[in-house]
Structure formats: structure tokens, C-alpha cells
């Protein structure tokens, strides 16, 4: 299950950017190999909502485009994939509940602006900025060179499917 919750008024929230969103998170999950029932709720803010968020829970004091809070622990150098590739979670972990991967907060605010800056649609942004995301609550991360390479092919192997080009 998918959840979006709009809490911004900055940005009109269209039926087909809720459903472009359902859809990259959805196909995301496919291709990362979640073959349970899972749950992401996606909250759509403002920068100063944002801002509120990155301040109270990782001390920075700026708005910034897209944070994820996953509920999953993954060792480090390993993503969702790595470990549960053709397994399914045992039903005593998930109590006949689907798998809760963790929340995204989305500042469609500053998802214009970026669109803007780097000359492409709204629509790609707002899709990059979840995909990202999602892959952040897959385990995936990009402080490396080698880990920001391999998150980056994945984002643009989901943006390619849904055909929304940088441009």
C-alpha cells in the first residue's frame, strides 16, 4: 500500500502526479525484488515544512528536496535485495501485516524550483526526488563514489521506464 498525504498548498497536487508517483515507487519496489505486501507513505510539504523536519531530526537548519525514514536496517554495503532475493519475510515477522519500508517526506516546493534549475518537467523531478527515496528506504545510500554510482544507474533505469528524460 501506498499512502500520500498532501499537508503543502504551494504546489497544485494533480491526479497525475499522484498516480506517477504510486507508479515509480511501485515499479521501483518491483525491481528492487520486494515481493511482499509492503506499506510507503509519502508526505507532500512545503521548503519550510521541510526545513522543520531536516532541522528536528538530522540537526541541519535548511530545506532540502526529499528525506527518507526507513524502518529497515540494513548491513552496511548491503541494500533490500542483497538480503531478501527470493525470500519472503517469515510470517511471524510481518503477523500477516504488510512489510513497512518507512515514510518519505517530499517538498514539492522545492521540486519546481530544481525542475526549473535544471530545465526539465516538474513531473521528472517529483519522480527522481521519490525514486531516490525509495531506494534510500531499500538501503541504498550514495556517500561513496561507488555506492552514488550504483544508486544513480538505478534512478535512471526506473526514470528511463516511465520515459522522463532529464531534458
Do not use: W
Not at 7 to 15: A, G, H, L, P
Not at 39 to 55: A, T
Not at 116 to 128: K, N
Amino acid at each position: 500500500m501506498i499512502y500520500i498525504d498532501d499537508r503543502q498548498d504551494k504546489i497544485t497536487v494533480t491526479e497525475e502526479l499522484i498516480d506517477n508517483l504510486q507508479d515509480v515507487i511501485a515499479f521501483t519496489l518491483k525491481e528492487e525484488d520486494v515481493t511482499v505486501s509492503y506499506e510507503v507513505s509519502v508526505i507532500l510539504v512545503d521548503n519550510s515544512y521541510i526545513k522543520d523536519i531536516n532541522r528536528e531530526n538530522r540537526g541541519i537548519d535548511r530545506e532540502t528536496d526529499v528525506l527518507s525514514f526507513p524502518l529497515l536496517e540494513y548491513p552496511e554495503g548491503k541494500v533490500y535485495s542483497d538480503i531478501y532475493k527470493g525470500k519472503n519475510f517469515s510470517p511471524e515477522f510481518l503477523d500477516g501485516k504488510d512489510l513497512v519500508l518507512g515514510d518519505i517526506v517530499l517538498s514539492l516546493e522545492k521540486a519546481m524550483e530544481q525542475s526549473l534549475d535544471y530545465g526539465h518537467s516538474f513531473m521528472r523531478e517529483a519522480c527522481y526526488l521519490t525514486v531516490h527515496s525509495v531506494l534510500h528506504l531499500l538501503g541504498y545510500d550514495h556517500m561513496k563514489e561507488e555506492e552514488k554510482n550504483i544508486m544513480r544507474l538505478r534512478e535512471e533505469s526506473v526514470l528511463d521506464a516511465f520515459k522522463l528524460s532529464r531534458a
